[in-house]
């Protein structure tokens, strides 16, 4: 039987921020403004404090029951002497009372007296008669001489000590409640929805952004932009007998804007939007995120159609059965509910899932099969238009000076993503403003671009001449090679100033995007990377630490040419190596690498090939450019910092034609007694000066 199309309400042209707000009854509810509905601990609060009024009530009513049926008669000493005199005191009733905790004592006794001044009906009364901190002689002595010689004692408890004992205990209720109140109130809801899904609905009004928003993935954006479109209008794709896919998978590298066009989704559709991350199913309980699972379809199905983004799925959809020990039960139970909501046989219908990950490799392959995932959108790097795009939307956000070129700051951040040209911009707003600058120029946007890839300067660090004299040799080194061999990437800036991990640094600009690396311009590569080591051994005769970045690159690449790019012709166009993935994945540990010892030789001995031709070409042009290179050495211990056109003016003539400013003084920084320098006053340059060279982009050979 044909699947029939699915029947969506009418496409509302107008959108209404309302619409989700109450599925079943389509009111919006009112805000409950109740604190005791919107927090109810502070109920739990007065009932507690009200119990323990209400149990030392009832205490004290029951002590003092019966102990006040009548009044008590207060009589002085020389009353109670009288009375005695004349016998109307009962017998045996006289007791001596001390009140613990006080000084309090007194005589208590019953007492028989006319009623009134009128009438003389006689009649028994509680008295009290005080009493100075115990016995005195006379009144021992007239109580024994009528009829009284033993009295006995008793020891009563004053209320408020009787309070006071209980105040500790209530103190103790009372601090151990407000601790963990907070406690208290979430197991509460916890014990009931541990099981619940953590889903959370993005409200249309608070989120802004559009897809106007998000720039440099057209196409992605274009792919996303149907389901926003089938969504408002379902019957322009159904008459046709088109299905909306059921799930996209949004793959690409970190930062290039895949949780952004999420965004830009719920910003634009006119339905529900549940977000959620993938770590938020998995628990440390076996069934909980299963359980989450099924919950959140459900909350889904209730207001279909309707869109669920999962970030980062791979945290939940690796393959099953696969790491150590065999797998993860909790992780593949939770797997295993994904794939029955997503298209089982009760699947959801009208509910899209948009997933985003940047370790497709991982994922099982049960839950990219179509009727899943029937989508892949690729989000990739952006290139030169694409990040000019991107520089144009997050430069509305700051001044900048309307004479700085954003397409060279494009041309010149080659492998730049979407996340690190936004922060390119923030570092060159803080640049600026620690210059105390009113917009942004172009030199700051260089700064900033090459603060981003390589580090800031550190200009403070200590340096010796023979350091600073081996830097220079080195990096002239890659840069004589750079500009002399033909297949190479435009020299772009050498500079001895240390940035980041490295004391120098050789500067490379792209002409263009670079998607494809030839033969040739690996070689030429393999030997511009040899050339610092080179030029050490040539002026020096000594080898140092500092070409240990070059000696890494230098066998990275030299090793990719041979065992996968098959640019040896010894070996062919094979590919060996072990798949990093499989290791990963912990299906081929311990396994074999897929080729013999005697490959395994050949391999090494093809990439030793590679590098020692690059070093003895390196070494050849060094040798007879010696003056040449020596000169560029020379000019940055100099200068510290020479460009691309200077580099070259060098190499073909000799000398400089345009030599740059003197090096600058390093920073002294103050000691805790000195106070702190104020900041410069900004300095006014002609008005013809548009700052150094475009923004260039490169990867540094020097160590």
Not at 55 to 72: D, E, L, N, Q
Not at 636 to 661: A, F, H, R, S, W
Request: with cysteine; proline share 7%; hydrophobic share 35%.
């Amino acid at each position: 039987m044909a699947n029939s199309p699915i029947q969506y309400p009418k496409p509302r042209r107008k959108r209404s921020s309302t619409r989700n707000k109450n599925a079943s009854s389509g009111k919006t509810p009112t805000p409950n403004t109740d604190p005791s509905q919107n927090d109810p601990s502070w109920r739990g609060g007065l009932i507690l404090v009200a119990s323990v009024f209400f149990i030392v009530a009832a205490y004290y009513f029951m002590m003092g029951a019966g102990s006040h049926v009548a009044p008590t008669l207060d009589l002085s000493r020389a009353e109670l002497r009288k009375a005695l005199e004349e016998k109307r005191v009962e017998p045996n009733s006289i007791v001596f009372v001390r009140e613990s905790g006080s000084e309090v004592t007194f005589l208590k006794g019953k007492v028989t007296h006319p009623k009134s001044a009128t009438d003389a009906t006689p009649v028994t009364t509680p008295f009290r008669t005080p009493v100075d901190l115990g016995f005195t002689p006379d009144l021992s002595k007239t109580l024994a001489e009528n009829g009284f010689p033993d009295v006995e004692t008793e020891t009563t408890t004053n209320g408020w000590s009787q309070l006071l004992s209980f105040l500790p205990i209530i103190l103790f209720i009372l601090f151990i409640y407000f601790i963990f109140r907070q406690q208290l109130k979430m197991a509460g809801k916890n014990a009931f929805s541990f099981g619940k899904s953590r889903a959370r609905m993005l409200n249309q009004d608070k989120n802004k952004i559009t897809f106007k928003d998000v720039a440099g993935v057209e196409e992605a954006k274009e792919e996303v932009s149907e389901i926003v479109e089938f969504l408002r209008d379902p019957r322009k794709f159904q008459k046709l007998g088109g299905r909306i896919p059921k799930g996209v998978l949004m793959v690409g590298p970190p930062g290039t804007g895949k949780t952004l066009i999420a965004k830009a989704i719920a910003g634009e559709a006119d339905v529900p939007f549940f977000s959620i991350s993938g770590s938020d199913f998995v628990e440390m309980f076996v069934g909980v995120g299963a359980s989450r699972v099924r919950d959140m379809f459900e909350q889904a199905k209730k207001t279909a159609p309707c869109i669920i983004f999962i970030d980062e799925i791979d945290a939940v959809g690796r393959s099953r059965g696969t790491g150590m020990g065999g797998g993860h039960d909790e992780r593949e139970q939770t797997l295993n509910a994904l794939l029955v909501e997503m298209d089982g046989i009760e699947s959801q219908e009208g509910v899209i899932i948009v997933a985003a990950t940047n370790r497709k490799d991982v994922l099982d392959p049960a839950l990219l099969r179509p009727g899943r995932f029937d989508r892949e959108v690729r989000v990739s790097l952006p290139d030169i238009k694409g990040r000019e795009q991107i520089i144009a939307v997050h430069v509305k956000k700051v001044k900048i000076d309307p004479k700085a070129d954003l397409n060279a700051l494009a041309r010149g951040t080659p492998g730049f993503s979407g996340a690190e040209l936004a922060n390119l911009i923030n570092e060159a707003a803080l640049i600026a403003a620690k210059a105390n600058k009113e917009q942004i120029t172009q030199p700051d946007l260089e700064e900033a671009r090459d603060k981003v890839r390589w580090g800031r300067e550190r200009r403070s660090l200590a340096m010796t001449e023979k350091e600073k004299k081996n830097t220079a040799y080195h990096e002239a080194g890659h840069a004589v090679l750079n500009v002399l061999l033909e297949n190479t990437d435009p020299l772009h800036k050498v500079t001895i100033i240390p940035r980041g991990p490295s004391l120098g640094s050789t500067m490379y600009l792209p002409e263009t995007d670079k998607y494809n690396s030839r033969k040739k311009e690996l070689l030429d590569f393999l030997c511009v990377a040899a050339g610092g080591r080179v030029a050490e051994e040539i002026f020096f005769g000594e080898l140092t630490s500092g070409a240990s970045g070059d000696i890494q690159q230098l066998t990275w690449y030299a090793r990719k040419m041979v065992c996968e790019w098959g640019m040896s012709e010894k070996l062919g166009m094979i590919r060996y190596g072990d798949d990093s993935n499989m290791l990963f994945l912990g299906r081929d540990l311990g396994g074999s690498r897929g080729y013999s010892e005697k490959t395994a030789e050949e391999i090494d001995h093809e990439v030793l090939d590679l590098v020692n031709g690059a070093h003895a070409k390196a070494t050849a042009l060094i040798t007879e450019y010696r003056s040449q290179t020596e000169a560029i050495a020379l000019a940055l211990i100099e200068y510290e910092t020479l460009d691309g056109q200077q580099v070259t003016d060098i190499v073909k003539t000799g000398k400089m034609t345009n030599p740059p400013p003197k090096n600058i003084e390093p920073p002294v920084l103050p000691t805790p007694s000195e106070p702190l320098p104020a900041n410069p006053e900004p300095e006014k340059k002609p008005k013809d000066d548009d700052g150094l060279l475009p923004g260039l982009q490169g990867a540094p050979a020097g160590a």
